[in-house]
């Protein structure tokens, strides 16, 4: 089983091959070797391969995707399918960011082949849910985070659910500064853990499920003593190796207090 809490760091489309490797070199002169915790660090495409050399000879520091396409391979122009992310390092990839969905117009549909190609490729899917500010006022909170886990996780197979992460992004959370409380994350994620054992039926309810938005130095710790928050899925802080370090490091604290 994934050792949890899970610190996952999304660059979005921020630092190149140079960039990565100073990044991960300050980060991990920083932060020694855990075992109790998962890192993930999710660079664009175009630096996994120097990411991947960098934490070379640290187990606890994983790389991940932020996007793949659902084919394998073939004329799609621009695309990174699972097997090429997997071959340049990858072992995890985010599905269904919130800027996929409301920059680039994916649908759920979409997020659930994204989600096939990615276990068929040996890549953990990190499935990204979350409502957007008009919904949580509408009341529709659990209603869409529920539409896109189902969508999302309906093609794979139990075992496959079981070996997927959750992260519950709340669209109005993300780089806005406005994060939502503990107790809002522990609400929603208490919902998905509850329908991830309904996607699974019998089987391991026990998919780490993440929180993310605007998660910093100052509210990392409080988030992740939140019943339910099993992980941080982290953009802005996660640019700076040293609030990169110091939010790994609220993980590390939370793990040893387990
Ligand atoms: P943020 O981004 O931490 O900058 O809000 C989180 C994310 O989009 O994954």
């Not at 495409?45 to 640290?58: C, F, I, P, T, Y």
């Not at 998660?215 to 190796?241: F, I, K, R």
Request: include cysteine.
């Amino acid at each position: 089983m994934i050792a949890r809490p899970v610190l996952a760091a999304n660059w979005k489309m921020n630092l190149g091959p140079h960039e990565a490797r100073a990044f991960i070199a300050a980060f991990a002169a920083r932060s020694p070797e855990q075992r109790g915790t998962t890192v993930i660090i999710c660079p664009p495409d175009v630096s996994l391969d120097a990411a991947r050399d960098a934490v070379s000879g640290r187990a606890d520091i994983h790389l991940g995707a932020q996007n793949i396409f659902w084919e394998d391979k073939g004329a799609y122009t621009g695309e990174t399918s699972a097997p090429l992310a997997r071959a340049t390092g990858a072992e995890f990839v985010l599905v269904g960011h919130s800027e996929r969905r409301h920059v680039f117009g994916e649908t759920d549909e979409e997020t659930g082949r994204k989600c096939v190609a990615a276990a068929r490729a040996g890549l953990t899917p990190i499935l990204c849910v979350g409502e957007t500010l008009a919904e949580r006022e509408a009341g529709e909170t659990e209603r869409v985070v529920l539409r896109q886990l189902h969508a999302g996780l309906r093609g794979l197979t139990p075992a496959q659910v079981a070996g997927s992460l959750v992260a519950y992004e709340p669209v109005w959370a993300i780089g806005t500064g406005r994060t939502a409380t503990p107790d809002d994350a522990s609400t929603t994620h208490r919902a998905l853990r509850a329908a991830v054992g309904g996607v699974l039926g019998a089987a391991d309810r026990d998919v780490p499920i993440l929180y993310g938005g605007s998660v910093n130095t100052a509210n990392a710790a409080a988030l992740l003593a939140a019943p339910g928050v099993d992980g941080l899925l982290v953009g802005g802080a996660s640019l700076d190796p040293v609030s990169w370090a110091s939010i790994v490091a609220a993980g590390a604290a939370r793990a040893a207090h387990r």
